[in-house]
């Protein structure tokens, strides 16, 4: 897949390129000194599957409205000035019949910006019913260096193909000895949750898990 990256001076508003954009291609904006904050009609793009507005100065609230692109692949917004509460969802959890069956988005990146708040456990979804339920295909969760406060939300035991896991350096705090949660970290390829305030850890996750 080709990024379309497009050059426009510092003054440039960010609402504007969106809209310049054709929506089916993926879209980088990334350290192109973008200012202002992200639209709230981004969920206009119906067709994006990659956007990375890393590296620029973006600041205000993640707009909910990302959640209703059902063809995001990765979002990348690391590296801005990003406040405010994590939106109670962030990309689309409607599942695919057709291939690739399950959720869409695979990689999520908005480490290095001055998010708060707990991880809402609306972002993975429900408990999945049924023999053999769709999967979620999140694969990369990083939320490194932020301000989010309270624990790992119990749900994220249902992203099993959820395998690196980046939480260090928040404010998050909690005990870890959940059975499932626990048994769930014990079996990520990469988890990072130093830097932060956690209570009583179960062994198993402090052998995979930096702590």
């Not at 994006?48 to 100065?57: F, H, P, R």
């Not at 405010?84 to 290095?112: C, E, F, H, W």
């Not at 998050?172 to 769930?184: A, E, R, Y």
Request: aromatic share 8%.
């Amino acid at each position: 897949m080709i990024l379309l990256f497009v050059s426009y001076t510092i003054s440039s508003s960010l609402s504007l390129v969106l809209r310049l954009i054709h929506a089916s291609r993926p879209l980088s904006l990334r350290s192109l000194a973008q200012v202002g904050t992200i639209p709230e009609n981004i969920g206009d793009l119906a067709d994006l599957k990659v956007i990375d507005l890393s590296g620029n100065t973006l600041s205000g609230t993640i707009p909910e409205s990302l959640s209703t692109i059902s063809t995001m692949v990765d979002i990348n917004f690391s590296g801005n000035k990003l406040t405010g509460p994590l939106p109670a969802y962030i990309y689309n959890q409607k599942v695919n019949v057709t291939y690739p069956i399950g959720t869409t988005l695979r990689s999520l990146d908005i480490s290095y910006n001055s998010l708060t708040g707990d991880i809402p456990e609306t972002w993975f979804g429900p408990a999945k019913l049924g023999p053999f339920p769709p999967p979620n295909n999140l694969q990369v969760v990083n939320l490194r260096y932020n301000q989010i406060t309270g624990d790992i939300p119990r749900s994220i035991s249902t992203a099993f193909k959820l395998d690196t896991l980046l939480l260090s350096y928040n404010k998050m705090s909690g005990n870890i000895t959940d059975g499932l949660l626990d048994s769930w970290l014990g079996t990520r390829k990469y988890c990072d949750l130093s830097g932060n305030s956690w209570g009583t850890v179960d062994p198993k996750v402090s052998k995979t898990c930096n702590m």
